[in-house]
């Protein structure tokens, strides 16, 4: 291995040797969820060993994005990772955030564009992503990802890859979802072409029948956390997108997971022993969690009392795949990536997309606040804070917008965002 | 404008362009003509001329504030459709008998929804045209066209044939080749009209009958015949990027001793340099293969860089250009994006290059005027 392909790696083996950790972690000091703690963390690993594998072995490895239906390449058996995933720092805070961002100060850049996506480029431009053989990017929900990946497409040390970007359209009518699943059929054929992998209907059925019954699994535990007190904190409401979404999909190891967050979920509420005791505020947070502010729901659940019963990527009104063709299946993987994806579905689109969320979690799951970070890069979602304002006062919950980085805690600090959080909880009653 | 072109066209070109309404709209519409309004350049202007409306292209020409939009819009967003929606708000565009929205970008594509919600205009409709410019998009945006054309019959009660839309391509071809040919005069050594006129007409030709247009334009090139020379303008200039509307900024640059000589801008030679197909059997899929495949792209599209930076090039090497200003709205994702990779083929065209930040009324002029002089003197000065 040569040193600059080491050098792509060295991120992936710094995460490897972090989920090491938390497993031995866990495994030295168990308790009543270590069981799902433990395959979340397994899962992490398998899939960054499985991008060392295919780097040193030289197997076939796809650069791509969870809404481009995971499925397919389960059943194409091809390995694939999130280019920008490596912002989000092994589930803890990024060690190296601070350096990669005062990298990114000296590119020509805007600072007024996404900073998870500028990120995208930095790692790719300081050699720190592992290279693939094919790369299949997003162009939607939002401006960002387009300008990002024609950066990356025509990037030097890139620019002889082939990319394909299946087109998701603005709408989510039937001819939407017809045209998008020939985007998804072109993809199949452009992964064929270029990876030497061959797509395995019979393994797709298989992947799909299995996706489906972690999506219903999924949908079910939602439905737990709607009860009051909700069984589980934030981190394991969010783990639910990573298991269906993530390289892997369709794994029966991670329906046995949804099974088992299922029964302890109806065990908790059975004995009254929620994970996050004295809840006082049934919160939506209707984004990410900033990526500097690990602790942000520790601290909202023990200063406030107030737990993250739902996200932006926790809820999931997914469409189950039919998969008694190829047509179907196809058909169907569209409608699921194009309408029921996480910021895919959001932001790609009306402005009413937010709002049918927002009515629908709050409804669902007893809210008592909505809180949208309102992340710099979101430009049609800050464009649509009126909307989400007016629909909370609406339905009558309190709402507040924050304004915030998700990746670059100098633009707004822990503590502004911890002021801002107590004096909307003080002002509207909540939690006392 | 200061100009020393002695034209009545140029005059009603550059009345035209410093207002929002103009008297060319206020007769079409005391005629009884009606007026649509469309953002962004990949709208198909020629269907709207084909239902006997006028297609006005949105901007917020004298716009000085946004206090009425920022309820609906924040700071982090494009000031372009801030403003533009706080002239809605204000009534500035009431003479409108309809708008059609796609989804442009982030900020511009939530003009819809605020526009449904808080405005009465009796036809609003958005448009989904395609990230990408492969075949399947041209077939995409071809039936995207087609739902339009039914729309705009249904709700305007008119029949737009093919025969009309071939006409109304016609007669749009026209524009383009007129302009191309106004351009022509930008490419002596002592150009007949600056940087700052052209801008000033191009924006014109979108808020005017496409036949008056026409017709003012050739009275303005044979009338360019006869200016006189306007001397030596100094350095070659072309200044690419977004959303641009106000001649007023490119008449800043150029009285820092230099002649923006072409331009690859949003009102400017993507919008006219190529034309459309008119051998084409089917008009509304030599509309979709133009707007989404031929003209060359924003960076709102994806894959298509190389059609971007090919046009660029064959502007610098037509016109003779000796640097390039690459101007952005902030907060505009496309073109921050854009502005690394552009950055990177300059460097390595050896092509001097300067990025410059604005918001969309004019301000920060000194600034400006600092920065274009700086980067005149790294050249060695206007020459």
Not at chain 1, 1 to 29: F, G, H, P, W
Not at chain 1, 123 to 129: F, I, P, R, V
Request: aromatic share 10%; net charge negative; charged share 25%.
């Amino acid at each position: 291995m040569d040193d600059k392909t080491k050098k792509s790696l060295e991120r992936v083996y710094e995460e490897i040797a972090r989920y090491e950790m938390y497993e031995e972690l866990i495994n030295q000091n168990p308790d009543g969820l270590s069981h799902l703690h433990i395959p979340l963390v397994q899962n992490v690993l398998r899939q960054h060993r499985t991008t060392v594998e295919c780097i040193s072995e030289g197997k076939p490895l796809v650069a791509s994005y969870f809404t481009n239906a995971p499925e397919l390449y389960t059943a194409m058996d091809l390995h694939w990772y999130c280019l920008i995933s490596q912002a989000f720092g092994g589930g803890g805070e990024n060690p190296h955030m601070l350096e990669d961002l005062e990298a990114l100060d000296d590119m020509p850049l805007s600072s007024d564009i996404c900073t998870l996506l500028r990120l995208g480029i930095y790692y790719l431009d300081a050699g720190l992503l592992p290279r693939p053989t094919a790369v299949v990017p997003l162009i939607e929900p939002c401006d960002g990802v387009v300008g990002a990946h024609e950066v990356l497409r025509n990037h030097r040390e890139w620019r002889d890859l082939p990319f394909f970007a299946p087109d998701p359209p603005y709408y989510g009518d039937e001819r939407s979802i017809s045209y998008f699943s020939n985007e998804l059929q072109r993809m199949v054929d452009f992964l064929e072409e270029h990876t030497g992998q061959k797509m395995d209907y019979d393994k797709l059925k298989e992947v799909c029948d299995e996706t489906n019954k972690q999506y219903a699994l999924w949908a079910e535990y939602n439905s737990l956390r709607g009860s009051v007190p909700c069984p589980h904190g934030h981190t394991l409401g969010m783990a639910c997108f990573a298991l269906c979404n993530g390289a892997g999909a369709g794994d029966p190891e991670h329906t046995k997971w949804y099974n088992d967050l299922i029964i302890n979920g109806e065990k908790r509420i059975r004995e009254n022993d929620p994970e996050v005791p004295n809840q006082k505020i049934r919160l939506l947070w209707f984004d990410v969690q900033p990526i500097w502010f690990a602790n942000l729901a520790p601290w909202l659940e023990q200063e406030w009392g107030a737990c993250v019963v739902q996200d932006m990527f926790g809820f999931a009104p997914y469409t189950p795949v039919d998969t008694s063709s190829i047509e179907t299946m196809l058909h169907d993987l569209g409608k699921r990536n194009l309408l029921d994806g996480p910021m895919v579905r959001q932001a790609r689109g009306i402005a009413a997309n937010f709002l049918t969320d927002i009515e629908n979690i709050v409804n669902d799951m007893q809210i008592d606040c909505v809180i949208v970070p309102g992340h710099m890069g979101h430009k049609d979602g800050s464009a649509s804070i009126s909307f989400m304002r007016n629909k909370c006062r609406e339905i009558g919950v309190p709402f507040l917008y924050i304004g915030v980085d998700q990746f670059d805690k100098r633009y707004t600090t822990v503590d502004e965002v911890k002021d801002r959080i107590s004096k909307f909880f003080t002002s509207m009653g909540l939690g006392s | 404008m200061d100009t020393d072109i002695n034209s009545k066209a140029f005059q009603e070109f550059s009345r035209t362009a410093n207002t929002i309404i103009n008297p060319e709209i206020e007769k079409w519409k005391e005629n009884g003509g009606q007026v649509m309004g469309y953002f962004c350049s990949s709208f198909p202007e020629e269907l709207v001329t084909a239902a006997g409306l006028l297609p006005f292209r949105m901007r917020a020409t004298g716009s000085t504030e946004t206090d009425l939009a920022d309820a609906c819009f924040s700071s982090i967003n494009c000031s372009f459709p801030r403003h533009c929606f706080n002239e809605a708000l204000k009534g500035s565009y009431d003479f409108l008998d309809g708008l059609v929205v796609y989804n442009s970008c982030d900020s511009t594509r939530r003009i819809y929804d605020h526009w449904i919600d808080k405005l009465k205009t009796p036809y609003v409709q958005i448009l989904s045209i395609p990230r990408k410019a492969e075949d399947p998009q041209v077939e995409w945006c071809r039936d995207e066209f087609h739902n339009l054309k039914k729309s705009l019959e249904n709700h305007f009660k008119v029949n737009i044939t093919d025969e009309k839309i071939s006409d109304a391509v016609k007669l749009h071809n026209e524009t383009r080749k007129l302009l191309k040919q106004l351009y022509q005069y930008k490419k002596p050594d002592n150009p007949k009209v600056t940087g700052a006129e052209t801008l000033a007409i191009v924006v014109a030709c979108t808020a005017m009958p496409k036949t008056v247009c026409n017709s003012l334009l050739k009275e303005l090139i044979n009338d360019l015949e006869n200016v006189p020379d306007r001397g030596h303008a100094g350095a070659r200039l072309m200044v690419i990027g977004g959303e641009l509307d106000n001649p007023g900024y490119l008449e800043i640059i150029e009285a820092q001793g230099c002649q923006v000589v072409t331009d690859s801008l949003c009102f400017g030679t993507r919008t006219f340099w190529k034309t459309i197909d008119e051998s084409e059997s089917d008009p509304l899929y030599a509309l979709a293969k133009y707007y989404v495949q031929e003209r060359p792209s924003c960076p709102r599209v994806y894959g298509m860089y190389e059609q971007r930076s090919g046009h660029v090039k064959q502007m610098i090497e037509e016109f003779n250009v000796e640097a390039v200003i690459l101007e952005k709205l902030n907060f505009c994702d496309p073109w921050g994006f854009e502005m690394f990779t552009i950055k990177n083929t300059f460097d390595d065209w050896g092509i001097p290059l300067l990025m410059l930040d604005r918001d969309y009324p004019l301000s920060g002029t000194g600034q400006l005027k600092t920065r274009i002089q700086a980067f005149l003197e790294s050249m060695g000065g206007a020459s």
